[in-house]
């Protein structure tokens, strides 16, 4: 059975960070292209940023230079660094592969605001 699990998320002033989790069970983690993806409240889905098997990693321009993902395959644990948080950031985010296949958890919350 396939279970995604984030973690990580709360209530952050704009500047600050956050350090997101993901955790996967029921796949072969290290094998999979993964991705940390946000859903803005009355928005769609979309993705945040990837990071292939082997540790190569692209982002949105929107977060590009902020946020950095990084993955323990050991683990089957993927990570998503938050820096300089702005309110726009505010989201739920989710994690799943490239092409989302997975069954979405039930993400993270993460809002900015003063």
């Known amino acids: 059975q396939v279970q995604l699990v984030e973690s990580g998320g709360g209530l952050v002033q704009p500047g600050g960070s956050l350090r997101l989790s993901c955790a996967a069970s029921?796949?072969?983690?290290?094998?999979?292209?993964m991705g940390w993806y946000h859903q803005a409240p009355g928005k769609q889905r979309e993705l945040v940023g990837t990071?292939?098997?082997?540790?190569?990693?692209s982002y949105a321009d929107s977060v590009k230079g902020r946020f950095a993902i990084s993955r323990d395959n050991a683990k089957s644990t993927l990570y998503l660094q938050m820096n300089s948080l702005k309110p726009e950031d505010t989201a739920v985010y989710y994690c799943?592969?490239?092409?989302?296949?997975?069954?979405w958890g039930q993400g993270t919350q993460v809002t900015v605001s003063s």
């Open positions: 029921g796949i072969t983690f290290s094998i999979h292209v």
């Open positions: 799943n592969a490239l092409g989302s296949y997975f069954p």
């Open positions: 990071i292939s098997r082997d540790g190569v990693t």
